[in-house]
């Protein structure tokens, strides 16, 4: 008789060791999911990237199963406009897509989860939005001072001297814009040893001497 009482309350014990267990597990994944969703966003904003935006996008990466605009606008705290506008730049950014539920006549959204995926559009998207246009309105200044000059040392003084800094300029964008071209496939293919080949071909190169 003693022998079920005591197994009745040591399976009881672990019913609560094991709910406790749960609580704990829960208000750290908690913890976490908060802490990661407001370190994405600050690390977006210095990237140029909306801080809303980063945020919803590490919400859906993390969640289980699609979200709707009404959990993602109550867990962030935020307007269903401010979501909605998100939500759509971050499905052109194709890092989000639309989901349908049968039992739902709602719009869920899911993340795309492969993060080489995502790491591609980033790049694909940045060029395309920040590194071409600011190369081409650095080409179109730079055209409006040479016009009829073949190029910048036949411009007077100050407008040549404007020509060369905005020529600098040009020629940074369009390193960038090669770098990102020419690294864009190795994302694309998860192609690990090729990217950490081009690192160790780039630390191998001798640094310009400048004097």
């Given at each position: 008789?003693?022998?079920?009482?005591?197994?009745?309350?040591?399976?009881?014990?672990?019913?609560?060791?094991?709910?406790?267990?749960?609580?704990?597990?829960?208000?750290?994944?908690?913890?976490?999911?908060?802490?990661?969703?407001?370190?994405?966003?600050?690390?977006?904003?210095?990237?140029?990237?909306?801080?809303?935006?980063?945020?919803?996008?590490?919400?859906?990466?993390?969640?289980?199963?699609?979200?709707?605009?009404?959990?993602?606008?109550?867990?962030?705290?935020?307007?269903?406009?401010?979501?909605?506008?998100?939500?759509?730049?971050?499905?052109?950014?194709?890092?989000?897509?639309?989901?349908?539920?049968?039992?739902?006549?709602?719009?869920?959204?899911?993340?795309?989860?492969?993060?080489?995926?995502?790491?591609?559009?980033?790049?694909?998207?940045?060029?395309?939005?920040?590194?071409?246009?600011?190369?081409?309105?650095?080409?179109?200044?730079?055209?409006?001072?040479?016009?009829?000059?073949?190029?910048c040392a036949d411009l007077?003084?100050?407008?040549?001297?404007?020509?060369?800094?905005?020529?600098?300029?040009?020629?940074?964008?369009?390193?960038?814009?090669?770098?990102?071209?020419?690294?864009?496939?190795?994302?694309?293919?998860?192609?690990?040893?090729?990217?950490?080949?081009?690192?160790?071909?780039?630390?191998?190169?001798?640094?310009?001497?400048?004097?």
């Amino acid at each position: 008789m003693s022998n079920a009482s005591d197994h009745e309350e040591s399976t009881e014990h672990a019913r609560i060791g094991s709910a406790e267990a749960d609580g704990e597990a829960t208000e750290r994944y908690e913890e976490a999911l908060e802490r990661f969703v407001l370190f994405w966003g600050e690390m977006a904003s210095n990237w140029g990237i909306n801080r809303t935006m980063a945020q919803i996008h590490a919400l859906l990466y993390c969640a289980e199963e699609p979200l709707d605009t009404d959990a993602i606008m109550e867990r962030l705290q935020i307007s269903r406009g401010n979501a909605n506008m998100n939500l759509r730049s971050l499905i052109t950014w194709d890092l989000v897509r639309k989901v349908h539920r049968a039992d739902s006549r709602k719009d869920f959204y899911e993340a795309e989860k492969d993060v080489w995926h995502i790491t591609a559009q980033i790049i694909k998207e940045r060029e395309r939005r920040e590194i071409k246009p600011v190369r081409e309105q650095l080409q179109a200044c730079r055209d409006l001072l040479k016009q009829d000059a073949e190029g910048c040392a036949d411009l007077p003084e100050r407008e040549e001297v404007l020509c060369h800094r905005l020529e600098n300029l040009m020629d940074l964008m369009e390193v960038f814009e090669g770098f990102f071209e020419a690294l864009l496939p190795y994302v694309q293919e998860e192609n690990v040893s090729a990217m950490k080949h081009l690192i160790r071909l780039a630390d191998t190169l001798p640094e310009e001497d400048d004097s």
